[in-house]
């Protein structure tokens, strides 16, 4: 498996990253732990988690599940030093109440007004809930998950600088986060010596998200382009084959992982998938994480997050693949 070096820090991580947020609830643990022990056994070592994950699919919970179950597999296999371990804090719900509408479903919009945000209390209690539950006691990259922009960033900045001094996290990451927002931390890092991200998760895939959309979570032509000329930040992609609408035309009909996306632009690399996929012998889905890990600038980390293990080996002929500068053209002018 390949690695990349993670912005300028000298770690050398898995180009393609493990994602367990619906390990402990939606993948049964048995399952999920023979996910991990085979992707350590291929030689990864990114895993990518977070302290929400996954409330939603629990009434009554606040999240920790994912957490919790990597704590027990690391207790129990030994292996906390051949991982590079990420988790995330800001996005748990504050109120449960206010976070389900009445149809017992989760209300992602009042979700987003609910977080607990990035205040300095709450990073410094969220990252010691992680370390208890993952049973170690640091991490290796701690991200704001979701930008709070009610909290003066100063006051987040200093409180995650105080966490990697205290040696619970050693290098520090941004989610979901407009590119003038990176900027300014940034800035403010510089300034005040802070330690600066050194890895920025968003949505990224093959598809390009449709005219006209304001999305904060989704790469857009700005942020590659700063990514381009700060090669400190490594881009940790996420949900990088859309729920896996690249091998089904039919899922891909209503999905809402498809809606960012609509369109005439969509079609056309979608159709352009699928004869590079053809020609390589590979689904469409492993030939969209396999172009993602051809990319050179930026460099990219595909974080996929797979339900099954069925769905972990589906992933693995990407790492095989072999694009020519010719299908490489092809795909990147392919569009309406």
């Known amino acids: 498996m390949k690695t990349v070096q993670l912005g300028r820090t000298g770690e050398q991580v898995s180009q393609l990253a493990l994602g367990c947020m619906i390990m402990g609830t939606v993948t049964p643990e048995d399952e999920a732990v023979t996910i991990l022990d085979r992707y350590v056994e291929a030689g990864g070592n990114f895993l990518d988690t977070a302290d929400c994950y996954c409330w939603w699919e629990n009434r ?105 001094q205290a040696g619970k996290a050693r290098y520090i990451g941004w989610s979901n986060v407009r590119t003038w927002r990176l900027e300014r931390i940034r800035q403010l890092c510089a300034q005040h010596g802070w330690p600066a991200p050194v890895a920025l998760q968003q949505q990224h895939s093959y598809l390009r ?58 079609e056309a690399r979608l159709a352009a998938v699928a004869e590079v996929a053809a020609e390589v012998g590979v689904t469409p889905n492993a030939l969209v994480l396999a172009w993602l890990m051809h990319q050179t600038s930026p460099e990219i980390v595909a974080l996929i997050g797979p339900r099954t293990l069925q769905q972990y080996e589906a992933a693995l002929p990407a790492l095989d693949v072999k694009l020519t500068e010719q299908q490489l053209a092809r795909l990147d002018a392919a569009g309406a």
């Open 209 to 266: 998200r449709r005219a006209g959309l304001r999305h904060a979570s989704i790469v857009d032509d700005e942020q590659l382009d700063y990514l381009e000329t700060h090669d400190d930040l490594t881009l940790v992609a996420y949900s990088p084959i859309l729920k896996g609408i690249y091998d089904d035309p039919g899922k891909r009909e209503g999905h809402w992982a498809m809606d960012p996306y609509q369109g005439p632009d969509a």
């Open 60 to 164: 009554g919970s606040y999240g920790g599940e994912s957490e919790e179950l990597i704590g027990r597999w690391l207790a129990r296999s030994g292996r906390r030093e051949n991982v590079f371990l990420a988790t995330k804090g800001t996005a748990v719900p504050r109120d449960l109440d206010k976070v389900w509408d009445a149809d017992g479903r989760p209300d992602w919009e009042a979700a987003y007004r609910n977080f607990v945000g990035a205040g300095a209390k709450t990073l410094r209690d969220a990252i010691d809930g992680s370390l208890r539950r993952l049973g170690t006691d640091h991490v290796d990259l701690y991200y704001v998950h979701v930008d709070d922009r009610s909290t003066p960033l100063e006051e987040t900045l200093e409180a995650l600088a105080g966490i990697v």
